[in-house]
């Protein structure tokens, strides 16, 4: 019943414009972070928008009966990572400043539902080991963008953490990429 629910076209197409909605405000949300980025780092810092536009993509390929395995990898994999990294980060805020903004816990809302939704999809996918690896490398990659190169989402008061925040970053990145081998190639390869 449960699949047949992620599977209905309705509810995909519900989906695809929630996404679609929710990627632009991002997009809108970064715009103050992106005016000062540089042009060759302006794909790296928008995380969560560009990894909802992943799965919004995603989303369309299936209303199609279609379906994109790196796009497919690239989504897994980011959505959970930012879903769980804006929920972990908007806590922070929260310990640190000792209250949060009401957009704050917009975000921590919208965000777990980010990292949910791309697992609930795991069985639909079409990942293979090479789709796996290339979305592997480009979330690494965001991640030396990010830490390295000092282009990482502004979040105010937990500045003086990014040592820290780039760590915890790192293993959110390879956790992120262990659950989507678990949950598509491996499952895939231990069902009769």
Do not use: C
């Amino acid at each position: 019943m449960f699949k047949y629910i992620l599977h209905n076209r309705t509810f995909i197409f519900i989906l695809f414009i929630i996404n679609l909605l929710g990627t632009i405000y991002g997009y809108i949300w970064y715009g103050s972070q992106l005016a000062i980025t540089p042009p060759v780092f302006l794909i790296f810092v928008p995380d969560s928008p560009t990894a909802s536009l992943f799965f919004t993509i995603v989303l369309f390929f299936f209303l199609f009966n279609k379906n994109a395995p790196f796009i497919e990898a690239l989504a897994v994999i980011t959505l959970f990572k930012y879903g769980v990294w804006a929920v972990v980060m908007n806590i922070l805020t929260l310990i640190v400043d000792g209250s949060l903004s009401w957009q704050g816990y917009m975000l921590i809302a919208s965000h777990g539902a980010m990292a949910i939704q791309g697992l609930l999809y795991a069985p639909f996918y079409k990942i293979k080991l090479r789709h796996i690896m290339v979305a592997a490398i480009w979330t690494l990659h965001n991640d030396i963008i990010d830490y390295v190169f000092e282009m990482m989402p502004i979040y105010g008061s937990l500045t003086n953490y990014m040592n820290e925040i780039g760590y915890f970053t790192f293993w959110l990145s390879i956790t992120s990429i262990f659950i989507a081998y678990f949950l598509t190639i491996n499952n895939h390869q231990i069902k009769p």
